[in-house]
């Protein structure tokens, strides 16, 4: 299966293009829409140029389909919709592919799909490392939340 359009939309809204290197919430460098590396490996660099939306978009599309598609589609076990999708595959972007041995992956490969469960378990995965300690990250709370309502939907 593949991202739709409204899934690409949708992760640009959760990643929020930035055209300058910054550090994301756990302190690791980032450029465009949530990207850590180049096409070729490089890591970026807070001494990185600026890029433009186009190449940000170049980058996060890249990395959806030669990495983050490909572990969401060996991970899921059974039929899902679009929305579906796209919200699993948003959550492996910003997760890493490590993310489909989880049991939000289990429970829905086991046909388990209702409210409470997907709610439950998209929201187990709000917490970054900070300074060395797990630390809930109240954006990482809000973005699963809307995570699990476009799973729902």
């Known amino acids: 299966m593949n991202i739709s359009a409204n899934g690409i939309a949708f992760i640009k809204n959760e990643e929020q293009f930035r055209s300058k290197p910054y550090l994301d919430s756990v302190g690791v460098p980032t450029i465009g829409y949530g990207s850590t590396v180049y096409e070729n490996g490089k890591d970026v660099t807070l001494k990185d140029a600026p890029i433009t939306e186009k190449r940000a978009t170049e980058l996060l599309i890249h990395k959806l389909s030669t990495r983050y598609l490909p572990a969401v589609n060996k991970g899921l076990k059974v039929a899902v919709n679009q929305n579906q999708f796209d919200a699993l595959a948003s959550f492996i972007y910003n997760v890493g592919p490590g993310g489909t041995d ?52």
């Open 102 to 153: 989880s049991t939000l992956f289990k429970k829905i490969n086991y046909g388990i799909k209702d409210r409470a469960t997907i709610e439950y378990w998209f929201g187990v995965w709000c917490k970054g490392t900070v300074n060395c300690k797990k630390v809930v990250l109240p954006g990482l709370v809000a973005r699963r939340k809307r995570e699990a309502n476009l799973f729902l939907k």
